[in-house]
């Protein structure tokens, strides 16, 4: 599976959108990009998924670019229960692997 | 619909000593997955299992570690014996059916594994 780059940590302000990017320049066709979230002292909890095409649900929209080689998870309305660690991560193949990075330490602040 | 159980939530324990995990899939869940998990980094693989067969255990370090899957649905993780590092969170994860392309994992908790 590619591997992704994420920033260490960041800051949002409560209302505001979060906009997170992952770096994944060596994606191959076939790799779908997963973002999961870990709160504090819970396991990891699934966000969204997308290979192409933009996608939305309810707590997040998933912007990946024509090549493939980045994307970015948005959190429109960010609230402080949003504080968490995000992890982009890229999966392909069989056996449903996640490979987790360090992830982005989201800090949403009042 | 229940989540992933896990117990206990805590442990401590001293080194040498050996410990065990348990785990409860959600009900229905194929695959079950243990991964451990230190301070600041994200979760590594352990172990992954289909119904009761173990799929992948390459990063399991099998000289002190060992899981079993018996009849396809609890799970117990033991460590033995323990060394300072392994202390960790050991998360395990459940999900419906690997051959399906797209297959969200649900997590548990976590044990949050102490060694002195």
């Known amino acids: 599976d590619a591997k992704t780059t994420q920033p260490p940590s960041m800051d949002c302000a409560e209302g505001r959108a979060a906009n997170l990017p992952c770096n994944h320049s060596?994606?191959?066709?076939?790799?779908?990009v997963y973002w999961y979230r870990q709160i504090h002292s819970q396991g990891p909890q699934y966000i969204i998924h997308?290979?192409?095409n933009n996608e939305t649900n309810e707590m997040a929209s998933l912007i990946i670019t024509e090549d493939r080689k980045s994307s970015t998870l948005i959190l429109p309305h960010a609230t402080l229960r949003d504080t968490a660690v995000y992890y982009c991560i890229v999966r392909g193949g069989a056996g449903n692997m996640l490979t987790f990075g360090g992830g982005t330490r989201l800090m949403v602040k009042p | 619909e229940a989540g992933v159980a896990q117990s206990p939530r805590y442990k401590i324990i001293e080194k040498r000593q050996s410990v065990a995990f348990w785990c409860n899939p959600i009900?229905?869940?194929?695959?079950l997955y243990w991964y451990q998990q230190i301070l600041g980094q994200g979760p590594k693989l352990l172990i992954q299992?289909?119904?009761?067969?173990?799929?992948?255990d390459s990063q399991l370090p099998k000289d002190r570690f060992s899981a079993e899957r018996l009849k396809g649905v609890d799970s117990t993780l033991k460590i033995q014996p323990a060394k300072l590092e392994d202390s960790a969170v050991y998360l395990c994860?459940?999900?419906?059916?690997?051959?399906?392309?797209?297959?969200?994992?649900?997590f548990g908790p976590g044990t949050r594994l102490t060694v002195l």
């Open positions: 060596t994606i191959s066709g076939n790799e779908y």
């Open positions: 994860a459940s999900s419906l059916d690997p051959q399906v392309k797209f297959n969200e994992q649900f």
């Open positions: 997308g290979l192409k």
């Open positions: 009900s229905g869940h194929a695959t």
């Open positions: 299992f289909q119904n009761n067969g173990v799929v992948d």
